[in-house]
């Protein structure tokens, strides 16, 4: 059973930055893709980035140029860099890794506001 555990998230201003990262149980360089999805509240489930087992990365258009995913295979981490937070970046983040299936963290708030 894979386990992952996001943390980084909280309150930070407009134009702000925050980091998170997602700790996976084992090693993660057997996953074809780890990511983050996004939930704000009334909103779908939203993609925000995903990076595959080759260091492939792709990105929401809403945060390109701002959000940076990366991998450490040997710390058994994910994380999302943010920068030039906006308050529409506001949500509940989750993290997701894909073996044979998709596994899910528990999700870290982020919230934008002044």
């Known amino acids: 059973q894979v386990q992952l555990v996001e943390s980084g998230g909280g309150l930070v201003q407009p134009g702000g930055a925050l980091r998170l990262s997602c700790a996976a149980s084992?090693?993660?360089?057997?996953?074809?893709?780890m990511g983050w999805y996004r939930q704000a509240p009334g909103k779908q489930r939203e993609l925000v980035a995903t990076i595959s087992m080759t260091g492939t990365t792709n990105y929401a258009d809403s945060v390109k140029g701002r959000f940076t995913i990366s991998r450490d295979n040997a710390k058994n981490t994910a994380d999302l860099q943010m920068n030039s937070l906006n308050t529409e970046d506001t949500a509940v983040y989750y993290c997701y890794a894909v073996l044979l299936r998709t596994f899910w963290g528990q999700g870290t708030q982020v919230t934008v506001s002044s």
């Open positions: 084992g090693s993660i360089d057997r996953f074809y893709y």
